[in-house]
């Protein structure tokens, strides 16, 4: 069933490696890993998710002045920034499948802008923050919320928005990587666009975590 | 692919007919023997050999570590140091046995090693990926080691805050070592699980799959769901410890007790990573040495998938005294207990699989008979530890101490030492000498028993761990435990010797037990690709024998 219909050699692109079957189970198990990973990767935002519950719990009061000291707008723009950048990254796999190489480029590079405009947005928002005082645990000095657990809320704030910006950094390196590939070799094809897939995946998740780290400290 | 009338009879497979053709097909070996080809290789083989040589310097660093204690705990005031070097050695033994020799043995060794060659694939799917997950288990431990020796810590291996968010001692890199070697642990799992879906050779069905693969597919989908919420709480910590972030700290309005729940969702399951393979090797071993088919090969693979399902809610027994409600506190220990039933589903099945099997008595055998031992005692005292009322005023005592090394170490090091003899003539194809095997074998499971049996005794009478100092009444108990300890140390010294001498004076074998497990239908040592020729065909289950009390030909009813 497996090694026999499989004659590498006739495509070009796609290289099968020695150990495996067939493309089909090649690119099964690619995909397969991505998404193991990507539930690992939930898992781990997941850990904060279970502090930010607990500690909500305990300090009410302060967490609703807390998430109200953050600047909506800026969080709101970042959202609809971030969505934008999840679209342009799921067509850059639409044109990879059609092995339009060049709009697999352009795609990336717009998902790769958008990223940088979160990350820039981010930062003046952090440079805000260490502006006012509004940081984490022992070094939190803002006069305007005195409640207890006030300081412990921009601890879950910062750990989690530092990590979420951690991932983007990772994710567009990812995309980096695709888009040279794209422009320069440019041999991605219908039946070789699992690069573009998975990072685009990666990218999917990163816009996903950012879609419940944005209702959690900014909204409720 | 289902069998078909093409298959070969049993026996009769490509590679095997090759037997005396060594010379012709270099062995993973001998095919490169550069310095670079070992350490820049994808074979599965080779890497499952380099982390054999690594976690076994770590086992003896760890075991050497375990001796001070001993030592230190001889006499009921200071015998050979002080009592903060006893904190940081006893701090090192567990982060060391734990997270460097526990977690990866026989996932990271026997799993690599043997993983492909029982589902027929070449390689595992992500050889790359799996080479960079021993670098990286090597950069965690190497992280680990130096902030041990650069101060090293003394908060015990659970790093506890508040206590491990303000210690002066050097926790950070270790936790961050601790952090980095999660991520191998991630990776090899992912690569096991992608392997065991996607890489099985046509005829190997799921319930055609040896029962060593089940347990190493439960037992990675533990790593993949688990390790990486331990990873943020410890890169949590570390940040703790440098900044005072307040996260687990009560000064701060952080809840330590969270910190506990994030913890034990990790480190219980953690557990049966470390004995969930065990029962695998178990299985094959059982069945290889009974010559019979496994009794009940679906409910032995079911149940690892039931332990590495309830294993992940019953972390909270680790809290009974944490001021969770007494209602928590059943419901923890009602699921702990889940886990004893569906190990003695497993027990039984092995047990059903001696029963009336030609049992041939070798060292593998041997240590099988001392983890039947280890399984239910540890088990049944694992009981006892999660009922409520019983764990109160054992909590903290050296019985619970005695309980998980019973379980944790005594299963799992009978399991590693067994795994380690019955696959030695697979991975080297040469055989040891059969007789100081069983010599050690005894030594190290009356080792074991002298050396934990008194912990249960002293742990009972109420002498807590982690003391340095005891009162003169525990003395005779505490003494008796550090002489098993050395008779344990003794039998490893000649189990290294015979082993060492065997490497390399050793007789030429190639299937010494005449097993029938899929691994052993290629060479031994196999080739660099696994297989030399077609690719094998599995007309039969693996764990298949011929009843030895019925006629020739005839096939086993179980």
Known sequence: MSSAHVTPGSVPGPKLAAHFASLEVQKHAARLGMWLFLATEILLFAGLFACYAAYRFLFPEAWAASSRSLDLTMGTINTVVLITSSFTAAMAVHYAKEGKNKMVGHMNVLTLLMAMGFLVIKFFEYKHKFHIGTLPGRYYFYEGIQLPGAPLYFTVYFASTALHALHVVIGMTVLAFATVRAYRVGDFSANNYTQVELGSMYWHLVDLVWIFLFPMLYLV | ???????AAPGAVPGHEATDDHGHHPSYLTDGTTVKSWLLTVDHKRIGIMYMAWILLFFLVGGIFALLIRIELLTPGPTIMDAMTYNRVFTLHGIVMIFLFMIPAIPAIFGNFLLPLMLGAKDVAFPRLNLLSLYVYLAGAGFALWGMLNGGLDTGWTFYTPYSAHTTTTVAPVL???FIIGFSSILTGMNFIVTTHTMRAPGITWFKMPLMVWALYATSCIQVLATPVIGLLLLLVTAENLFSLGMFDVARGGDPVLFQHLFWFYSHPAVYIMVLPAFGVMSEIVSAFSRKNIFGYRAVAYSSVGIAFVGFFAWGHHMFVSGQSTFNAGVFGVLSMLV???????????????????VEFSTPFAYFCGFLFFTVFGGMTGIAVATVSLDVPW???????????????????MAFLAALHYWFPKMFGKMYHEGWGLVSAALIILGFNATFIPQFLVGNAGMPRRYYEYPERFQALNVASTAGASLLAFGFIIIAVYLTYALIYGERVDNPWNSKGYEWLTLSPPPTHNFIGPQP????????YVDPKKAEGEVSDV
């Open chain 2, 395 to 413: 909590h903290d005592t050296y019985f619970v101490v005695a309980h998980f090394h019973f379980i944790m170490v005594g299963a799992t090091i």
């Open chain 2, 340 to 358: 004893g039933v569906f190990t003695a589903i497993k027990v039984f099945n092995w047990v059903g699989t001696v029963y009336k099997g030609a």
């Open chain 2, 537 to 544: 065909t599995y007309p039969e289950e693996p764990h298949f």
């Open chain 2, 176 to 178: 961050f070592g601790a």
């Open chain 2, 1 to 7: 692919m289902t069998p078909s009338s093409s298959i």
